[in-house]
Every structure is written in structure tokens, then in C-alpha cells.
């Protein structure tokens, strides 16, 4: 019998959400779709609106926060997200807004969420490891860098959805302005395929049940190309590492 499962609506620049589900509880990561394009993909992967028990919000960017509020206010659900996200969004009088701390853990239902600050150009971002009894699920997007304590929070997981938004080559030869594209290179920005590659190193894969690239740009990268970082550190194999796409996301995966 599976203990978590786990899935996305889809992942990218034109919006991002992830499931995570664990008995009646099934939490939303971030919310980056109108609210009904959202009851779409939820019923494309089984799933009523009014199951989802609460929306936890990374940063206040609007591929990850645009329907948050809305979906909330509408279901009645619990928005997490920390203070400065909210105040970013003029959100402190939102009625469904859980204000949480950026580096203390905090339970919706069955599952433990721990937020761990993350370097990224937004108010107060965070990403979350969300666990369930002893099984631990990373979810890894929108930080320029990583950190030491960014590494011992996610270097215990399950599973891990990890960001490899873009290929350096072709960011440097894109279309992009120049302030954009070191803003996307930056600290502060998002992790380059090298980068993600780099991460996953200091991670204990022989624990790694499952591996996602996430947050793959559009128009900066290329799905061969982070496959092609990743799989000279992951020892099993290309086709073991599984993508979240934009316009689909991916469908439900098990860790038992």
C-alpha cells in the first residue's frame, strides 16, 4: 500500500501546482493557474476541487500564486504561506490566509511540511519537504543557488522534484534581454542543468524512489539537455528519471 502519492497539475513559466496526497489529505504546492483551468487538470487526475485540503504558496511570483487566493476563497480552504509572500500580494486580510514561519514545520492533516528557505528574488520564498510517517518528498524549484541548509533539508528524500529550468548555452544565445538573462542566471534566479546536476550529487539517491526535472523553460532549455547532466551523477539511468511538463504536469506517482 502506498504511503504518499504525488503528482502536478503542470510545471513551468505559464504555471506551476504539485499534489501531495496521504490518507484524506491532499495538499496543493502553489497554485499557479486560473481557478478553472485548475479544476480542469484537478479532473484530468481523478480529483474534485473541493477534495484538495489546503494551498501552500512557495513565493509570491504569479506562475506559482496567481489562483492561489481564488481557489481558497472559493473552496474554503486554508492558504499557507509566509508573511512576506502575503504582504508581497497585499494578502494579510486574505480570510483563508495561514501565515507560517520560514524555518519551523507545520501540519495540514496526516502530513508534516517543512519550509526551508530558499535564495530566489522573491519577498520570503520557501520550497516544502513534505512527510508522511518516515517517507519524506523534496520539492525543489526556484533558487538560484543552494545552500548548505537547503542541501541538508532535501539530502534525505523519497523523492525529489528538482529544477533544471535552464541550459547555460542556450540562456547566453537566447532571446531574453541581457538584465533577464543574468537575473535568471543569477544567485537568486533559477538552478541551471549543471547546477541541478551538481545538487543531486550531495543527495543519498540509493533512498530516491522517484526523480522529477521540474520547471524546464520553454525557451532556454531542452529536456535532452538536463537529462544529459543529470544522468552522468544518477547511476540509474535516463529512462528512471521521470519530467513534469507544462502543459500536463505528470500523473500520480507511489512511494511505498
Excluded at 503528482?7 to 501546482?17: E, H, M, T, Y
Excluded at 522534484?161 to 541581457?178: F, V
Excluded at 533512498?207 to 535532452?224: K, P, T
Amino acid at each position: 500500500m502506498s504511503i504518499i502519492e504525488f503528482a502536478s497539475l503542470g510545471s513551468g513559466s505559464k504555471g506551476n501546482a504539485t499534489l501531495v496526497k496521504a490518507e484524506d489529505t491532499i495538499i496543493m504546492i502553489d497554485c499557479g493557474f486560473t481557478v478553472k483551468e485548475t479544476e480542469i487538470r484537478l479532473a484530468a487526475l481523478g480529483l474534485e476541487a473541493s477534495q484538495v485540503s489546503a494551498v501552500l504558496v512557495t513565493h509570491e511570483h504569479g506562475d506559482h500564486i496567481k489562483g492561489a487566493a481564488p481557489f481558497a476563497r472559493r473552496y474554503k480552504i486554508p492558504v499557507y504561506m509566509t508573511y512576506g509572500t502575503a504582504r508581497a500580494k497585499s494578502l494579510e486580510a486574505h480570510q483563508q490566509l495561514a501565515l507560517i514561519c520560514s524555518h519551523e514545520p507545520f501540519k495540514v492533516g496526516a502530513l508534516s511540511i517543512q519550509p526551508v528557505i530558499v535564495p530566489h528574488d522573491a519577498q520570503e520564498p520557501v520550497q516544502f519537504v513534505v512527510q508522511y510517517h518516515n517517507k519524506r518528498l523534496g520539492v525543489l524549484t526556484d533558487l538560484g543557488s543552494y545552500t548548505p541548509y537547503v542541501v541538508n533539508h532535501y539530502k534525505q528524500c523519497d523523492a525529489l522534484l528538482l529544477e533544471c529550468n535552464h541550459d547555460l548555452t542556450m540562456l547566453r544565445n537566447g532571446p531574453y534581454p541581457p538584465s533577464l538573462k543574468h537575473r535568471v542566471a543569477g544567485n537568486y534566479g533559477h538552478l541551471n542543468n549543471q547546477q541541478a546536476a551538481d545538487f543531486l550529487r550531495q543527495v543519498d539517491q540509493d533512498r530516491l524512489q522517484h526523480l522529477v526535472v521540474s520547471h524546464v523553460s520553454e525557451q532556454n532549455n531542452q529536456v535532452e539537455l538536463a537529462l544529459d547532466e543529470l544522468v552522468q551523477v544518477c547511476a540509474k539511468g535516463r529512462d528512471w528519471i521521470k519530467v513534469a511538463k507544462q502543459d500536463e504536469g505528470f500523473s500520480w506517482l507511489a512511494i511505498n
